[in-house]
Nanobody, 124 residues
Framework: VQLQASGGGLVQAGGSLRVSCVASGPTFRSSSTVMAWFRQAPEKEREFVAAFRWREYYADSVRGRFTISRDNIKNTVYLQMNNLKPEDTAVYYC???????????????????WGQGTLVTVSS
């Protein structure tokens, strides 16, 4: 599986942005594959943002503002981010794995495949 993330940029607080992650390889075609977004802000640890496996999962900090979706025809997972806040500023990474135990879904170490990251900057 190869993951290619895109769509980051600069946006004002309260604005919206959508990041995308295109996956290639047979692993992604399985509906049991977990697709996820993580982020890492400067001088902070990587943190879970959202995941999709038959349904959506979100971190408390983004629930109600972010929406993860998956297009199996385009082999793409999206993260729609609304009402962005300066604290959302980070490099956003997509991740995938088809062997995850769901109790470990929020842990980056559970994922074998990662995209290169895309920078989202939210100005105040």
């Amino acid at each position: 599986v190869q993951l290619q993330a895109s769509g980051g940029g600069l946006v004002q607080a309260g604005g919206s942005l959508r990041v995308s992650c295109v996956a290639s390889g047979p692993t992604f075609r399985s509906s049991s594959t977990v697709m996820a977004w993580f982020r890492q802000a400067p001088e902070k640890e990587r943190e879970f943002v959202a995941a999709f496996r038959w349904r959506e999962y979100y971190a408390d900090s983004v629930r109600g503002r972010f929406t993860i979706s998956r297009d199996n025809i385009k082999n793409t997972v999206y993260l729609q981010m609304n009402n962005l806040k300066p604290e959302d500023t980070a490099v956003y990474y997509c991740a995938a794995d088809n062997g995850i135990i769901m109790s470990t879904m929020t842990k980056g170490t559970a994922y074998d495949y990662w995209g290169q990251g895309t920078l989202v900057t939210v100005s105040s």
